[in-house]
């Protein structure tokens, strides 16, 4: 499964931005999709997932200003973020994995398959 993202930029805080992630490969592989973030000399966190099964999860910090969606005919899976602040500056990454959980997972060692990344910078 390849993972490309797109979407990412510069906006000034309590702009609106919307990450795309476009999956190759086979549907089995991605029952299960996220984004996670990085900015730099900090851990990678887990920022939104979302399943086949209509399952979703968010991290406390972006609960009401995230939404993760999932577009099965377009491979495609959405991050709309709304209301941005400087905390949410950091390179985005999507993931995928073939496991459903009985929630939607937000950790790392969950996901087998990762896209190179989006920077979003919000000033």
């Known amino acids: 499964v390849q993972l490309v993202e797109s979407g990412g930029g510069s906006v000034e805080a309590g702009g609106p931005l919307r990450l795309s992630c476009v999956a190759f490969?086979?549907?089995?592989?991605?029952?299960?999709m996220a984004w996670f973030r990085q900015d730099l000399g900090k851990e990678r966190e887990g920022v939104a997932a979302?399943?086949?099964?209509?399952?979703?999860s968010y991290t406390d910090s972006v609960q009401g200003r995230f939404t993760i969606s999932l577009d099965d005919a377009k491979n495609t899976v959405y991050l709309q973020m709304d209301k941005l602040e400087p905390d949410d500056t950091a390179m985005y990454y999507c993931?995928?994995?073939?496991?459903?959980?009985?929630?939607?997972?937000?950790?790392?060692?969950?996901?087998?398959?990762w896209g190179q990344g989006t920077q979003v910078t919000v000033s």
């Open positions: 979302a399943d086949i099964g209509g399952g979703i």
């Open positions: 490969g086979a549907s089995s592989s991605r029952r299960s």
């Open positions: 993931a995928a994995t073939s496991t459903v959980y009985r929630v939607p997972r937000l950790s790392v060692p969950s996901y087998l398959y």
